[in-house]
């Protein structure tokens, strides 16, 4: 197996301690980020200047022309997004179509040009409730999948699935991580809001530890 693995980073805290996780395990990382069209744009800001900082290559794709495709959810439309925890009945205007497969599936390609054995991506077990390709089942599928799609096989891997937010962060702050280089929120403004769903449970990662959020919040959730 290579020592070469593709972290899908998208600047968020998942991500950010995955690429970090990565690093620390001894694999030679390659990260991977991509502009859908989201709202929340600001976090690729935060992927590149972690990667940076880093001296870690770093390829963002711009796959805004999907968009036909990957339409009808709050984070790339018009809709306001929801506010609050993550509850199926709000939560599920976040859903953007088939995002993860694209992702993934990008990311693959990418793994076999750049000599990589595995694609890391985020997702984790808070997620399962709400996005179905956040969940065992569709990670076990993709794997599967992508370790026939080419000559060279891909393993797809999620560190994160059983583990919720706040062991997440736990495994940064042993790192010794400095999560005010992350962006979570899915509202693109100057400070998070401190009201979606992503930063709720974001501030209530923290508050398990007994730590307060190093990001600005509009309103403290």
């Known amino acids: 197996m290579s020592d070469t693995v593709v972290v899908i980073y998208s600047g ?41 900082q880093l001296g870690i290559p770093h390829q963002v794709l711009d796959i805004t022309a999907l968009s ?19 509850e199926e009945a709000s939560m599920k205007a976040t859903v953007v179509p088939n995002r993860n497969m694209i992702l993934l599936s ?7 040009t750049a000599g990589a054995g595995a694609v890391w991506y985020g997702a984790h077990g808070g997620d399962h409730a709400i996005y179905p390709d956040c969940r065992p089942e569709f990670v076990e599928k ?29 495994e940064g702050l042993a790192l010794g991580l400095d999560y005010s280089q992350t962006w979570t929120c899915y509202n693109g403004r100057e400070k998070a809001c401190g009201r979606c ?11 398990s530890h007994g730590l307060t959020d190093p990001l600005s919040y509009e309103v403290e959730a």
């Not at 984070?75 to 506010?83: I, K």
């Not at 370790?147 to 997440?168: C, H, L, S, T, W």
């Not at 769903?197 to 508050?207: D, K, N, T, W, Y």
Request: net charge negative; charged share 20%; with cysteine.
């Open 68 to 86: 036909a495709v990957m339409a009808g959810s709050a984070l790339t439309g018009g809709d306001e997004v929801p506010e609050g925890h993550y």
């Open 106 to 112: 990008l990311a693959t390609g990418y793994a076999v």
């Open 142 to 170: 993709m794997d599967a999948v992508c370790r026939i799609a080419n000559y060279e096989p891909v393993a797809i891997e999620a560190p994160f699935m059983a583990m919720d937010k706040g062991q997440i962060l736990g």
């Open 12 to 52: 968020g805290m998942d991500s950010f301690t995955l690429l970090h996780l990565a690093r620390a395990r001894g694999y030679r990382v390659h990260a991977l980020s991509f502009n859908y069209g989201q709202r929340h744009v600001r976090e690729l800001d935060c992927a590149a200047g972690v990667c940076h």
């Open 197 to 207: 769903g992503s930063c709720v449970e974001r501030l209530e990662a923290f508050a």
